[in-house]
């Protein structure tokens, strides 16, 4: 068994860049499952460095120090307070080198205690929803009924997910959940990339009579914005019609 401290040797096998092997592997195992906290985090990440796709072998390692550590963390504060070390982050980061996590898997993580783990849930879950046969149905669907956190759903859209009409439809649904972070994390979907400037003044005219401030405060800045928009316009098209 590995002695507490150990965990510079995990450091230096790093720096030596040694390649796979079974004795690495091997080391690595004992170190992701050592009792000190810190020893497995420095074995989580010479695991990170060294997982690639080309070494699929890897994954039933890493699933099962993952729900170990799942199970015999610190628990997360959530009043505040020192964060706990653990090795769950990374090890979720070589589970992505691997190949992209499916749509329950990220569910977890974007319903995880740990923010560090919803990060890294956040980012795989635009990777996800980007592709063609990606999950977005489900996932608004999940966001409507409580399952994954509202929030994602902000940069989902931000980041210029492809909707289909029956994908946009489920989001819209979403600016009128009884939940006040969903609709405010939906608004995002107030974009002409989404929806015409027509519909979206229609939307922004209901969300400001919100009875959340922050919401009707966002929906009558982008009506606000239309409506100045629209009118440059106007004033373009009539100057060029006047020859100026």
Known sequence: PLVPGCEYLFELLADLKEPWSPEMEAAIRTGLFAAEVETAEAAAKLLLALASPENPELAELLYHAYAHWLKHEEPY?????????????????????????????????????????????????????????????QFFDDVEHGKVPGRAVDKVLASGV???????????QLLVNPDKIVRYCAMTLLDERYMSAERIQQHA????????????????????????????????????????
């Open 205 to 244: 005219a209901r969300m400001s009579e919100d009875s959340e401030h922050q919401i009707r405060n966002r929906a009558i800045s982008k009506s606000g914005r239309l409506s100045a928009l629209r009118e440059r316009v106007q004033s373009t098209d009539g100057q060029t019609a006047l020859g100026m």
């Open 162 to 172: 492809p909707l289909d009409t029956k994908e946009l439809t489920a989001a819209e």
């Open 77 to 137: 504060p959530t009043q505040g307070g020192i964060i706990p070390t653990s090795p769950r982050s990374k090890l979720a980061e070589a589970q992505a080198k691997l190949g992209l996590p499916s749509y329950d898997t990220i569910r977890s993580y974007l319903n995880d205690t740990r923010s560090d783990i919803y990060d890294i849930g956040a980012r795989l879950l635009i990777e996800r929803l980007q592709q063609a046969n990606g999950e977005r149905l």
